[in-house]
């Protein structure tokens, strides 16, 4: 089980790490894998079947750790909740 707090931590830890970012908006179809939100784990990227190419389906910001190393988190933090708080892994305490 995760907190609010621990959620909001986590995202801040990450920009911090990273060394540069950029948004992903959603409909964007630069993108050529599936991606996840490291956070609360929700498809970020849809394959698009007859084209066989990817498409963002939830906007996103991808911090860049270093030139090998990427993470793709949810722009929007309420839909971090939602997602944890719909799998049932998240505490329902504010703070
Ligand atoms: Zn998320």
């Known amino acids: 089980m995760v907190t609010k ?3 909001v931590e986590k995202r801040k830890s990450l920009a911090q790490l990273a060394s540069k970012s950029g948004t992903f908006f ?4 630069r993108v050529r894998t599936p991606r996840l939100c490291v956070v ?3 498809p970020l990227s849809s394959l698009i ?3 066989n190419k990817y498409i ?3 906007t996103h910001t991808r911090y860049y750790l270093n030139d090998m190393f990427k993470l793709d988190v949810c ?5 971090c909740y939602r997602t944890l708080t ?3 892994e998240m505490e329902n305490v504010d703070g």
């Open 75 to 79: 722009a929007d933090i309420n839909s």
């Open 40 to 42: 609360c784990g929700r």
């Open 26 to 29: 959603k409909g964007d179809k």
């Open 86 to 88: 719909k799998k049932g």
């Open 56 to 58: 963002v389906i939830q």
């Open 5 to 7: 707090k621990e959620i």
């Open 49 to 51: 079947l007859h084209e």
